[in-house]
């Protein structure tokens, strides 16, 4: 394959009709949508259990993101993260000025 040709292949719009392998150095828009969110369920799942939120505090931080005008597509507009990604983890906290998350916030939250 010549340079120009493949200069010409950067370019081009993904081939999508055959099913696409995980392949860790891809970009998310690289990879179906489908693919992408069972990776994330799956990270999630398997995190250290140190790191997260029982499964009760969990539930009612996405509630509340549910309830949030922030929320668009599984995605926080102020933080820019996948809530359910966010919400896991003990560390974090809502990123509002007046968080969202206030009485399912731990101490020592990172913003
Ligand atoms: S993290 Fe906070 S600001 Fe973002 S969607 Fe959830 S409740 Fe809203």
């Known amino acids: 394959m010549s340079i120009e040709e493949r200069k010409d292949q950067i370019g081009a719009a993904p081939d999508t009709s055959e099913p ?9 828009r690289e990879m179906e949508q489908t693919e ?53 983890m003990k560390k974090n906290g809502c990123p509002l000025v007046k968080p969202m998350w206030t009485r399912v916030q731990e101490e020592n939250v990172a913003y």
């Open 36 to 88: 992408y969110f069972r990776t994330l369920h799956e990270y999630i799942a398997h995190l250290d259990a140190d790191l997260k939120v029982d499964s009760e505090v969990y539930e009612e931080r996405l509630a509340l993101c549910k309830e949030c005008e922030k929320l668009y597509q599984g995605m926080c507009r102020i933080c820019g993260c996948y809530v359910e990604l966010r919400a896991v």
């Open 20 to 28: 696409r392998r995980f392949c860790r150095k891809c970009l998310t």
